[in-house]
C-alpha cells in the first residue's frame, strides 16, 4: 500500500533463541571492549536498553507488519533518526537493529509468567 518501506524489518526468526543481546550479535555489532571503526555497528555496550537476558520478563511479538510502520514513523522524522534498512541511528550515528519482538523488564510485582518463561502481555494480570 506504500506506507511500508521495502526491507525495513528484520525478521528475528533468524536470530534464534534469546533476547536484545542475540539481536545485536548477530546483526554485527563489534564485540565488547572492540574499536568502532567508521560505519560499523555498535557494540552491546552502545545499545541503550540492552539488559541481560536473564532481567527480561515480558518479550512482546509485534510482526513485521508492525515493525515496518515503527521503521517508517522513525524515517519520518529524518532530522533525529536514520534508518537504513533493518537499522536505525540517533544522532551517535551507531547502527541499533530494529526488532521485531520487543523486550521489557518488570521492575516491581509479580511476573505474570510462569518460572523460566516469559509474559507475552503487557497488560496481563493488570487489574483495576
Known amino acids: 500500500d506504500g506506507d511500508e518501506p521495502a526491507d525495513s524489518a528484520r525478521d528475528d526468526a533468524d536470530l534464534g533463541p534469546g533476547g536484545p543481546q542475540a539481536a545485536v550479535e548477530e546483526a554485527g555489532g563489534r564485540e565488547e571492549g572492540e574499536d568502532q571503526a567508521d560505519g560499523e555497528p555498535g557494540g552491546l555496550d552502545d545499545v541503550p536498553g540492552v539488559v541481560d537476558e536473564d532481567r527480561i520478563t515480558t518479550e512482546i511479538d509485534a510482526g513485521l507488519e508492525h515493525t515496518a510502520r515503527k521503521s517508517a514513523a522513525m524515517a519520518a522524522h529524518a532530522t533525529q533518526v536514520a534508518v537504513d534498512g533493518p537499522f536505525f541511528a540517533l544522532s551517535n550515528d551507531l547502527g541499533q537493529p530494529i526488532f521485531t519482538t520487543e523486550y521489557y523488564e518488570l ?22
Open 107 to 128: 521492575v516491581r510485582g509479580v511476573p505474570g509468567a510462569p518460572a523460566g518463561t516469559r509474559e507475552t502481555d503487557l497488560f496481563a494480570g493488570v487489574t483495576a
